[in-house]
């Protein structure tokens, strides 16, 4: 990032991973076979990274002063830290690794905790946006919420409201 002079930002919980460079913390396959497999192949559990000094802790909440605004959303699972951003004016969210959209939406390939990883899900499919970019996969251009409540919305009867309400 120094060479391009760019900010870096992270949320505080994964700040210590990234300024020493790990190791990481462990992550347990997402459910099913291919989770097992591709946690298998994508993951290490002792890999090391360079280390990157952070510039600015995120806050859930904050609103970044950066292309008039995005929204900074707390959404742990796949790691503790991990933030989604939601750029209001643009109806864009950039969910990261909450989710990947490989061969549909499904699950990043580990989680460090899968109850908050799918309670994140959740949370995102309560939000209203037209487009979606993922850190795996390839981006929504349209209709992307409704296809985030069609998904990961608990209960008929809540992507139900939950479609109402958009």
Known sequence: MRETGAKTYMHPLDIPIAESGGPFRPLTPAPGLLGR????????????VNPVAIDQPLTAGELLPIAG???VIHV??????????????????FAGDVCINVIGLGDPVGFENLEEGRASQGKLASLSFDAA??????PIARDASTRFRNKYAKHPEERHQLRSAA
């Open 37 to 48: 497999v591709m946690c298998k192949v994508f993951f290490d559990p002792n890999k090391r």
């Open 69 to 71: 605004g995005i929204e």
């Open 76 to 93: 742990p699972g796949h790691c503790a830290g991990q933030v989604a951003l939601l750029w209001h004016s643009g109806r864009m969210l």
């Open 133 to 138: 970019g993922f850190g795996h996969g390839r």
